[in-house]
């Protein structure tokens, strides 16, 4: 039996947890540069703000219904869902974390379920601030389903009971289940299914046929049969990609480098994080779609390497190569990125006689990492990012709130 723990509009949540003001007013929290709505509370939702809302429109639900908006602040979100993440382990054995809200949990040999999830949800609200749902389901689709019909009922949902699971899925509609989605959903209503429960029943040859393994393997979770289990250990990723729309359009070539420099730096650090190396870069940039008036240009380049490799002075360099002749005269670009392609652990490489299958000094790097994990981000870098400037490329966060858990010098005061 699984549960799904899902945080309640989640990077909202996270913005009222320590602004007590926001609670109960509408709510938007912004993408990079502030650019659209990326997360709203429930007010901001029934205010008509969509998704992907442009921030520019906002501006007359600002003025009339007080709207709240703030800048994508990722690192308090990140350190609040560990939190929730530690207080999931604690209560279960085996945790999947899925993504930076949702976390997969096994209730296997756990009787009560129901009594077992409202206190658990109930701790996680105490204990983090975070309001949240839980699903409960004989697969992980079905938890999926759940979790959903928890938002608009008591905030826990059990299907393990055959005779609720099937009431549940008469009426749940086929697009919003997990795998299949609003692009599915037309293609299968012209099939004359339109729910939860017309998809279990349909011909399984069929669906196999018509829209593959994965659609079918959706059918089988919700016939009952566990298809996925618990992923306790994220799997090695094929690529690292790091990149950034910029603040403002940008056509110098060494602000451009010194961006590329910083997105490399970064994708580095989360290399060796996961204890991978890569035997691929590559390098782009784009100019604003958004402006199709103004000359376009997305210049994309990769080169493999000569031997795999952790090193950020490696790959600096490859980066610089690579940038070299890229940027067009008289063109403003507004977004650049890093990859880092075929990524391998170490010790999976095929070995040579004549060359290491690795290169690059790691006593260099694990120093430069230890001294930025102690002093934060930042504290040592590399000049070709032009280190501790602030750059004409830089971000517009201009509504970020503090960093309240992960700086000490941005620690909420409180007078007693």
Known sequence: MFALVDGNNFYASCERVFQPSLRGKPLVVLSNNDGCAIARSAEAKALGVKMGHPAHELKDLVRRHGLQMRSANFGLYGDLSARVVSILRDAAPRVEVYSIDE???????????????????TRVHRWTGI??????????????????????GTGVMDLGDPAVCQAAMADFPVGDLWGVGRKLAPKLAARGINTA???????????????????ARTQRELQGHPCMSIEEVEPDRQQIVVSRSFGSRVSDPQ?????????????????????????????FLNSDPFRPELPQHHPARAANLSAATADTTIILRCVRQLFEGMVRRGIDYKKAGVALLDLARPEALQQDLFTPATVGNDRLMDTLDAINRKFGRGTAGLGATGWQAKPEWRMRQHMLSPSYTTSIHQLPRVRC
Request: a positive charge; aromatic letters at 4%.
């Open 255 to 283: 602000a451009l480098h010194e961006a590329l420099a910083t997105f490399a730096v970064r994708a580095c650090e989360k290399l060796r994080a996961r204890g991978l190396v890569a035997s691929g870069v590559q390098v």
């Open 103 to 121: 976390s997969f949990i096994d209730l296997t040999g756990i009787r009560l379920r129901e009594q077992f999830a409202r206190d658990l949800r």
């Open 197 to 215: 429960a017309q998809l279990r029943d349909a011909s399984t040859d069929d669906i196999l046929a018509a829209f593959g393994v994965t659609l």
């Open 131 to 152: 309001p949240n749902c839980i699903g409960i389901g004989p697969t992980k689709t079905l938890a999926k389903l759940a979790n959903k019909l928890a938002k608009s």
